[in-house]
Nanobody, 122 residues
Framework: QVQLVESGGGLVQSGGSLRLSCTAS????????IGWFRQAPGKEREGVSC????????QYGDSVKGRFTISIEHSKNTAYLQMNNLKPEDTGIYYC???????????????WGHGTQVTVSS
């Protein structure tokens, strides 16, 4: 059974940083891509970033380029999302997801995590 467990969310002031973690069980990240999506209240879920577990190829949403960095620690079967210079519009529930290819499309997601809340105050 595949499980993706997120952690690291919380409340931070504008300009601050957070690091989200996504630990996978039931799959080996080397053979998948791992993505982060987020959903703000009243808005559709949007792709934030994804990374290929096999070759490290990354993709970022336009709104987070230059501020967020995605990475994988293969020995821990864990993906990370380092978020710097956070803005109030980054507020939302952040979901980890496994994909077969590093493409930020929710309809390509294989499994979803349950999400972690990120709140950025102004």
């Amino acid at each position: 059974q595949v499980q993706l467990v997120e952690s690291g969310g919380g409340l931070v002031q504008s300009g601050g940083s957070l690091r989200l973690s996504c630990t996978a069980s039931g799959l080996v990240v080397d053979y998948y891509s791992i993505g982060w999506f987020r959903q703000a209240p009243g808005k559709e879920r949007e792709g934030v970033s994804c990374i290929s577990g096999s070759d490290g190829t990354t993709q970022y949403g336009d709104s987070v380029k230059g501020r967020f960095t995605i990475s994988i620690e293969h020995s821990k079967n864990t993906a990370y999302l380092q978020m710097n210079n956070l803005k109030p519009e980054d507020t939302g529930i952040y979901y980890c997801a496994s994909l077969f290819t590093p493409v930020l499309r929710a309809n390509l997601v294989h499994h979803w995590g349950h999400g972690t809340q990120v709140t950025v105050s102004s």
